[in-house]
């Protein structure tokens, strides 16, 4: 036992090779980590059980041990120790992924999402208390990177920039008819309607997203141009002239990429434009961390561009443009948290304690994987034809520009 | 034989189904392709062997026709064929390759271009006359795709445009320390010494290309700040803090890719800016036509960007942007093809009336690539660091307009 003890603790020391951790372990004896640069972190693991589990699989071990109060903070919190582990990890010489995990990513990598499935991971998450998600997100309930188009820009008006930002590069006219595949609570799918005069439909899985995007659509004198409804892209019918979808790749499946821009293909008019704005990772093709699919988001994937690329070629679409958001996420997050902390007491009355840990864990380790894990948010717009758009990228900032004042003189 | 010409002709009818091209065949019996639009291209095919030898590979058959004199135009030129091919099989449904393609096509792909064979490939195109490219290029000697900024610019303002939209992707600053990989006769290395201040190193292949460099380079008054060298890329040592490759990536080869961003890892800087800008395809990864490899581009390869991310991926750098150019090159090539319409007495004389008809077969090939064959130029920045660059893309448009009044001060 107090060999293998000793083995933990090397490994552990290991993996983190700069900041400081000092573990509190059982009995009180502390357990150093790192190289005493910037301010400490110190936990306290109640069991040798747990530090085993956080040894053998760093991730999820140390998201559970928290989630379950095994895990406890005496100075510094979980977002300060994600951080310093995701820089070490970044840094580290990239080995060979062990058996089982290397296994486990491929069984992963290769599952298809039937449309049962589907609907059930969207449940898991997008069905949460709608009350959970007005804690913490701005008040149109973006739940996606905001394009923050000046560093000092609030949370809530980069999320409005994000809408342009996207609405400009949809290139849109008022005649447009316009699919937003996975629209949420209908934001996105509202703002291009109310800018642009176009009429949109935007389907969602989620059957607490639909309710509250159609409340809206009625609320602000859209329903007639604007239809939601409880639908699979899959089984969406009709051509579309644009075509957006924001945050929802993610949720697609590696397996069925095919079938997502082949129907992308089938769905836009051969004059058609479409924006697809996705969570993505810079390095290769790898596994999500296991904390995320097994207790955030079952079924989602963050495909590296050269997942992506192979199947927007095969699907007869060409690229117009990909632009990476790199921190603008890293940024949304932050926000998130602070608001999350701000409401804190509000959320663990509407669910528990052990919820809020592990809703901590996620925006604090989502935060920490766009600063230092290689994570980035891409925008891929697609046409059918070459001669669609305009020759340069000059009109997305003119069309951002003049939807900006568009909004100063309605305000 | 009656039944053989008659199987060739029904697949020649097969091929072009819109647009008219008009044969005439030996004896003067006449051949109508196409559905009667548009204006016609009547050509005249001196022997059924020819017509045979375009039925079984239309490119090069053609291109080899032509060039021979053995394809002579009646009524409308090589690019009005050309242009009616491009668009026709653009269209047509797209079957398995043959077995006998499909064979070479892998064999072309997966060949490793050793740094004597991509000496020969370079020296077979870039050591002809500079004569000649002085004929149909601009005066600054930009061979490749230069960038309309406004749809009214001249070919001569385009390539300036060009060369102003790539430095504002590189975000130069005067200290920096830049490479240019493939540097042809100089120009976009010492127009970034001249606007930014920074040091720049010109690799090249091309003896003619080094020659003519140097000797701007010391006409210009900047050999202190800009040094060219004949060298392979892959023996470049040190780093660098800004690297650009203009052109010269469609030499490289498929199977050296990761070799190249490796290269490009091992010399880029932390902190540094790459810019590779290339031809590419917008479809799955295919052969690039024979005509093209056999007498203009040995070795030459036209990446679809399925082929270029997971090389990037895997070499541990970070795309930060990618731009399509579409239709620049399409009217970059059509600008070159008038320029060498005006000037072709004086290319006959430096070579031939073959070689002539060789370049416009060319020129014309790859202009109708560009509009109707799924062609386009891609800009991709790639940087190591997440926080390198500004938040936004808007920098870029700005360093540009800031380089362009300063240009106006000077002009």
Partial sequence: MASGAGNVEAFLRGLIRSGSIEIVLPGGRRLMLGDGSGPPVVVCINDRLTLARIAAAPYLGLGEAYMDGRLVFEQGAIRDLLEIGSRNAASAPRGPQPGPLRRWWKAMRDERISRAAARRNVAHH?????????????????????????????????????KRHIAAKLDLAPENRVLDIGCGWGGMALSLAAWTGARVDGVTLSTEQLQVAQSRAHAEGLAARVNFSL?????VAGTYDRIVSVGMFEHVGRA?????????ADLLADEGVALLHSI????????????????????????????VLPAVERAGLRVTDIEIL???YGQTLRCWQQRFAAHRDEIATLYDERFCRMWECYLAGAEVGFRNGG???????????????????????????????????VA
């Avoid at 639908?231 to 089984?235: A, G, Q």
């Avoid at 069925?256 to 992308?264: H, L, P, S, T």
């Avoid at 810079?282 to 495909?303: A, D």
């Fill in 126 to 162: 997008y069905d949460l208390s709608l009350n959970l998600y007005r804690r913490f997100l701005d008040p149109d309930m973006q739940y996606s990177c905001a394009y923050f188009a000046h560093p000092d820009m609030s949370l809530d008006e980069a999320q409005v920039a994000k």
């Fill in 231 to 235: 639908t699979d892209y899959r089984d």
């Fill in 256 to 264: 069925n990429y095919q079938e997502f821009f082949n129907k992308i």
């Fill in 280 to 307: 993505g990772s810079s390095g290769p093709p790898g596994p999500v961390n296991p904390f995320t699919t097994k207790y955030i988001f079952p079924g989602c994937y963050v495909p590296s561009l050269s997942d």
């Fill in 326 to 328: 790199r921190l603008h």
């Fill in 375 to 409: 994570h980035m948010n891409f925008q891929l717009q697609l046409t059918k034809r070459v001669d669609t758009l305009p020759l340069t990228r000059d009109y997305m900032a003119q069309a951002e520009t003049a939807l900006a004042s568009a909004e100063r003189r």
